[in-house]
């Protein structure tokens, strides 16, 4: 917790212009009446369900027992809907932020919070920049930082911060002294800060607690607010904090509750206001489902929100109605079993690929050991340029990585660095690639 609060009253300041010109389309506000009482709508151009040529879906789980989604739920689905999500999944998806990060009741007076569903968080990240940043302002991030995030970012013309790493993610003293002995006569100062806290991708690193209360505190001094960007949270598999129950068999921590410690987000240390958190269930549920969700002011989540309004109109009804029964079959309980399976399956996957660069890379890389999601981050020793030899040589090896300057926020300097996954290949294709990259490697050094 930061010793000093200064709480965001103003959050038009944050706004891009573009963002500050977006209102509520004045259709989809009807929805928010349709459910009332005795209400008659004549007013959306909802086309009428019995229309529709679907009468269920079935779906099995892999431990045999089944989803079914029919009648008015079916109908539910297959229909338009609000574009924060159905209200039944957003309201399951708060109660799971409460729990886990600690937040207090949406409503609660100056606290007022919310959350929208989206179309995967990648989507939630292009609406949340949309309303946020114009051309030609400045943000800050990690270097390196996501790829995919760096293709929003680039086409906005904008000036991008990257700020040096470590083992525990963004330098704290780095931020710091950009932001302190900021030139405001050569660009904008910065509004948004976008971070990775978990098992980053591309580097894996994950940031401590203190990293995190270090880095909130620079925040607000310097009112920037932050982008939690989080699809790794559920992947972490080593815990912090030692006070903790811990099972030894599985690397799992919990507490009273009965929900999974995964240590505190920024999200739940915030007492300024300050975090928009993002969340997915890409990696924990499925990546084809493509359900995300935002959680944050809901100023800025109205902003968010009308924007989607103008663009997807709502996530995936069908994939909403799956989960939401999913999560209604499971409960509390299930659903932390799940993750903790989905934990120990990530930590052998990373156990594998470590044993093989034991073997095989010695005195050839650099890296160090992720304790969260499914990336290792090289350091090629005696290679100032990895792309080439990734694009090239790699492919021709029959064995791919990603170069690091596809995560460079400047693309003017070459990078040392490969990003490798460990989440799909089985033992023996991990083995065999390292093995072809080391081969690549020792013939790249003996040429020089």
């Not at 004549?42 to 679907?54: E, R, V, Y």
């Not at 904008?158 to 050569?186: F, Q, V």
């Not at 304790?371 to 350091?379: N, T």
């Not at 990078?415 to 790249?444: G, P, W």
Request: one cysteine or more.
């Amino acid at each position: 917790m930061t010793e000093k609060c200064n709480i965001i009253k103003d959050y038009s300041y944050f706004l891009s212009k573009r963002g500050k010109l977006k209102e509520a389309s004045p259709i989809r506000s009807l929805f928010q009446y349709s459910g009332l009482p005795g209400m008659i709508s004549l007013g959306g151009g909802l086309p009428n369900a019995s229309t529709f040529p679907f009468k269920s879906i079935n779906i099995e789980l892999k431990d045999g027992s089944k989803l079914e989604i029919e009648g008015s739920d079916l109908e539910e689905a297959f229909q338009y809907s609000p574009t924060p999500g159905l209200p039944r999944l957003q309201n399951a998806f708060k109660d799971l932020q409460i729990r886990q990060h600690n937040l207090c009741s949406p409503d609660e007076p100056g606290k007022e919070w919310n959350l929208i569903i989206s179309n995967g968080s990648q989507e939630s990240l292009v609406n949340a920049f949309e309303v946020l940043v114009d051309d030609n302002d400045s943000i800050i991030a990690e270097n390196p930082t996501y790829s995919g995030t760096l293709s929003i970012l680039r086409p906005l013309s904008l000036n991008i911060c990257g700020i040096e790493t470590d083992r525990y993610g963004m330098i704290p003293e780095k931020l710091e002294k950009l932001l302190s002995e900021w030139d405001h006569s050569k660009f904008k100062f910065p509004r948004v800060i976008y971070l990775i806290p978990c098992g980053q991708n591309p580097s894996g690193t994950t940031m401590n607690h203190q990293r995190k209360v270090d880095l909130y505190s620079i925040c607000s001094r310097f009112n920037l607010l932050i982008i939690e960007d989080d699809p790794y949270y559920y992947l972490q598999f080593e815990s912090e904090n030692k006070s903790e129950e811990v099972d030894d068999a599985n690397n799992v921590s919990s507490n009273s509750n009965g929900i999974i410690s995964l240590g505190k987000s920024f999200l739940s240390m915030d007492v300024d206001g300050r975090v928009l958190r993002f969340d997915s269930l890409s990696k924990i549920l499925s990546s084809g489902l493509r359900i995300g969700f935002v959680t944050g002011n809901k100023y800025l989540l109205e902003k968010i929100n009308f924007h989607q309004q103008s663009t997807t109109l709502h996530s995936s009804g069908l994939s909403q109605a799956v989960v939401l029964s999913l999560l209604n079959k499971w409960g509390i309980e299930k659903w932390n079993q799940h993750i903790q399976s989905i934990q120990r399956f990530y930590l052998e996957k990373r156990n594998q690929m470590i044993e093989s660069i034991d073997r095989h890379l010695k005195g050839l890389v650099e890296f160090n050991v992720p304790s969260a999601g499914m990336f290792i981050w090289f350091k090629l020793l005696g290679v100032e340029d990895s792309k080439a030899l990734i694009f090239k040589k790699a492919v021709e090896k029959k064995v791919l990585l990603v170069p690091g300057i596809s995560f460079s926020t400047d693309l003017s300097k070459p990078s040392q660095y490969v990003r490798a996954c460990f989440s799909t290949a089985s033992k023996e294709q991990m083995d065999e690639a390292i093995k072809r990259f080391a081969e690549l490697l020792s013939e790249e050094l003996n040429n020089k």
